[in-house]
Each structure stands twice: as structure tokens, then as C-alpha cells.
């Protein structure tokens, strides 16, 4: 129940996240960056979406299969989504933060990126063991 939870949390919060830092781009920042980066930002606010509804996922997922590390699952993204998406969100708007800051977010968009490749790799590892049949009753 506990890894269902957090996981139903997790993707009302992603959601609400990605509402809210899209509404910001196309309102506040409309004319304060490029095209370019407005892509790189609407590249990582797609990201946080889609990521917010697999957190939902996971947590009803998780009701069915709850030998599924659901937890570790949502863990792992929940890193990989807050390095991607936040990364490329400082990006986009980089000529308004401090250079020194800007020099440190290169290398974790990647890092970002890997874990939520591995996330989604740790559930397909997850699920091959677990029987598409099986319930709570069964376990």
C-alpha cells in the first residue's frame, strides 16, 4: 500500500509540476528566450508529463502486483525526472541564471536521461517474473 501511495502522490504532484512550469513558459517566457530554447523547455516539460502519468501508473500497477518493487521504481524515475527535466529547464532559460551554475547542468540532463532508462529497464525486469494473472489474493 505504502509504494502505491507515493507512487499516486508522486505522479498528482509531476502533474500539477508540469501545469504549472508549462503555464510559465508560455506565459512569462514567451519573449524572454529563444525558439531553441523554448524546444529544450517544452522537451523537458514533456518529459515531466509523461512521467507524472507513469507515476500514476505504477500506483494502480501496483495494486494488482504488489510484489512489484513499485518503490524503488518510482524512486529511480523520481531522480531521473527531477535531473532531466530540471536541468533542461535551467537550460532554456540560462542567459537569466549565474555562468557558474549553467557549467554544472551539461552533464546531468544525461545522467537524468540514464535513470529514467533504467526505471523503465527495472520494471521490465520486474514484471517478467510476476504472472499477468496473479492478484492479491494469489500472493
Not at 76 to 102: D, E, R, T
Request: net charge positive; aromatic share 10%; with cysteine.
Amino acid at each position: 500500500m505504502k509504494g502505491t501511495k507515493l507512487c499516486l502522490i508522486l505522479g498528482a504532484l509531476t502533474l500539477a509540476f508540469a501545469i504549472a512550469t508549462g503555464a510559465f513558459g508560455a506565459h512569462v517566457l514567451q519573449n524572454a528566450i529563444t525558439d531553441f530554447r523554448a524546444d529544450v523547455y517544452s522537451t523537458a516539460n514533456k518529459y515531466l508529463f509523461v512521467h507524472g502519468l507513469a507515476f500514476l501508473i505504477l500506483g494502480l500497477l501496483h495494486q494488482h502486483f504488489p510484489r512489484l518493487p513499485i518503490s524503488r521504481i518510482c524512486t529511480v524515475m523520481l531522480i531521473g525526472i527531477a535531473c532531466f527535466s530540471l536541468s533542461l529547464y535551467l537550460l532554456a532559460v540560462k542567459s537569466l541564471l549565474p555562468s557558474f551554475l549553467i557549467a554544472v547542468l551539461g552533464p546531468i540532463t544525461p545522467i537524468g536521461g540514464m535513470l529514467l532508462t533504467l526505471s523503465w529497464l527495472y520494471m521490465a525486469y520486474a514484471l517478467w517474473g510476476v504472472s499477468i494473472h496473479a492478484t492479491k489474493a494469489d500472493h
